[in-house]
């Protein structure tokens, strides 16, 4: 039997709320909505169009279709999913007056804190890995098995394709991770589930809008999400740039750090009322 706050109990927990399994059922139904929305387009892309686009080539191959639900869904959906796995559970125990009583066990703060965060990335780094190779299988069995297209003409080779794949995954992985650490340490001052959720979006959102001002100057770089898409320029284009790779990471890993340890502060000095 397990501990109340061990991983395992904590997973079992997540794994049997029904929001959890709306989010699993929207990741594996994404790529079959476009399956079906490109089944729509009686004229589809050419290869040869020179104002040809990423969606025009979504149709051309597994590999491809993989890239453009990549894309798509790492625009807002996951996101969403960062923030509702990592901000999620310990407002959602204060909203069923249960985090009180599953502090009176004899176990730390900083453990209840630890066992529900690891479980909430664990569970946003499963569906961000399940949806690419699911996407890969629908989009093969849909477009066939050709090589990956490159937007700039050419095509690039399986064992080329899915280094680079794996890269990019583990890089948009690490670019949502400040959104779920923001929806962490929001859950943990305010202890409502859609605060943090919420307020997660909308750093998303206002980060989004002064990305997009030019006045900032270099001042962008430090927003969160702006190298969210810096990964795609390794399927699109022939050589990596690993410099801006590189800046998102770090970016990235910095903001994590930052809210993950203003959340253990801040629940460590909170009084536990519900």
Known sequence: MSRPLSWRSELKRQLGRRRTLW?????AALPLILVAA??????????????????????SGGPNFTVFTLVVSAELLLFIVAALFAGDPVPAEASWASLRYLLTAPVTRARLLTSKLVIGFLSTAS???????????????????????????????????????????????????????????????????????????ILLIVSGILDSIDALGDWRKALPGHYSRAW??????GPIDWVDLR????????????????????????????
């Open 23 to 27: 989010v699993i059922g929207i990741v």
């Open 247 to 274: 800046h998102g990471a770090l970016w990235s890993i910095l903001y994590t750090v930052l809210f993950v340890a203003l959340g253990y502060r801040r629940f460590r000095r909170q009084d536990i009322l519900s």
């Open 232 to 237: 795609l320029d390794m399927l699109v284009s």
């Open 127 to 201: 569906l961000v890995v399940v949806l690419p190779v699911w996407a890969l299988l629908i989009g093969t069995m849909a477009y066939g098995s050709e090589p990956f297209t490159i937007l700039g003409g050419g095509e690039m080779p399986f064992g080329e394709w899915f280094p680079r794949m794996a890269v990019a995954v583990a890089y948009v992985l690490v670019t949502i991770a400040p959104i779920g650490a923001f929806s962490f340490w929001v859950g943990v001052r305010s202890q409502t589930p859609l605060a943090a959720v919420g307020g997660a979006l």
């Open 38 to 59: 490109f089944s729509l387009d009686d004229e589809p892309g050419r290869a040869d169009d020179p104002t040809i686009r990423l969606v025009d080539l979504a149709t």
